[in-house]
């Protein structure tokens, strides 16, 4: 057996999965510290005159617009992440990310110029949007490339729980902003503090990149002239329609799940069970930091059991973990925190999908099948599903379990597909040992 494949992994791939994970998490931080702050910049950014249910959506509008730009940012990177090299596109990805966050925390508001403020902010959106689009399939993509094949769930994994932790550190930024600054001071200059801080580590995590090698599989693949010869947009569709479903699915999971669970929950908590604001924020805090250790945990099991058994097994416990929680809390709220904690690292067998979605395309157009795969399902159900849960909810209070267990289902069904897949290629490779 290749030794490479099965080494250990040494410091210099823990250096390379570090970066990367440390400016996946600031670049996921830039692109939903907005949400956190919609309220203050709805207020400075649009005509004090206006009904406040129509300065509620023109502000979500600026935000769900950084979703729509995703799936071009991350389409034209991901073609010359595959045909001049990934190191390029996973270091312009996170340029483009922080000088617009830059740029937020400096805008005039509408008071100053009127409608241009909007507008402005608008498009710095599209651009943040254009931006994460190219980089958490960059980041899988060079990762994956990087780490010997039998650690590649496990490098997988910890990058996924990396990007995530951008959220527990954009919740951690807000309450830390609204708890010592007064109302007045927020409106003053206290939102412009994590767009400003966003943007400037940013820039240092860029530098820091710097010190990155361009991974071993492109550097190979150039030098037997093995790159892509058509578009690989065009290759995809053409010869890997199959990896372009399962990776739809896989996104639907992972989009949905943290969209539910980890973003939804603390509102749903308050408006349904009178749980207050801040106990429910503590709470969900805690079940993101279990998300992240479960995505660790479930890139490791992937290495150890294969993705087959790990997404089947894991959606099982999602079911079972998300279902008693949205169930228990009705009932004994006070064990919030063991409910909510178990099923936000059920939740972690998502650090399953990167794993899944690297293996279904080959190295030529690895990262344009991603970046297309992960990024139009993440455009569609990202959005879709609070709609989704919210439209449910007028039939049952049960909507948001139902919904992932779906989504459990879904996984399960994906991962029996994969163990089939995976008995056919043994079956095939034993009847060709047999017939030499």
Known sequence: MDTHATRRLNGQDYKTLSLAALGGALEFYDFIIFVFFAAV??????????????????????FAAGYLARPLGGIIMAHFGDKVGRKKMFSLSILLMALPTLAMG????????????????????????????????????????????????FACGTLTAGLTAGILLGSLVATVLNTTLSPAAMRDHGWRIPFFLGGVFGLLAMYLRRWLHETPVFQQMQQRKALAEKMPLQT????????????????????????????????????????????????????????????????????????????????????????????????????????????????????????????????????TGISFSYNVAYA???????????????????????????LAVI???VGIWLWRDSRQQYAQLDMSLHSS
């Open 411 to 413: 996984g399960f069904m």
């Open 41 to 62: 910049i709805g207020e400075l950014f649009f005509p004090p005159d206006i009904p406040e249910w129509l300065r509620q959506v023109q502000t979500f509008a600026i």
């Open 236 to 367: 995809i569709f053409a010869s890997h329609k199959r990896g372009i479903v399962i990776s739809m699915l896989l996104t639907w999971l992972l989009s949905a799940c943290i969209v539910v669970v980890i973003l939804m929950a603390p509102t749903l908590m308050q408006k349904q069970h009178g749980i207050p604001a801040a106990l429910s924020l503590q709470a969900n805090s805690f079940a993101t930091i279990m998300l992240l250790l479960g995505c660790v945990i479930a890139g490791w099991l992937v290495d150890r059991f294969g993705a087959a058994r790990s997404l089947m097994v894991g959606s099982i416990l999602l079911a079972i973990g998300s279902w008693n929680f949205f169930h228990q809390l009705g009932s004994t709220p006070e064990m919030l925190f063991v409910w909510y904690g178990l099923a936000g690292l059920s939740v972690g067998v998502v650090g399953v999908v990167p794993f899944v979605m690297v293996r279904a395309f080959p190295a030529a157009v690895r990262f």
């Open 106 to 153: 400096a805008l005039p508001t509408y008071a100053s110029i009127g409608i241009a403020a909007p507008l402005l902010m608008l498009l710095m959106r599209v651009l943040q949007g254009a931006a994460i689009g190219g980089e958490v399939p960059g980041a899988w993509v060079f990762v994956a490339e990087h780490v010997p094949e039998k650690r590649i769930g």
């Open 380 to 406: 569609i159900f990202g959005g879709l599903t609070p709609i989704s849960v919210t439209l449910m909810m007028s039939l049952t209070p049960m909507a948001p379990a139902w919904y992932v267990l779906a």
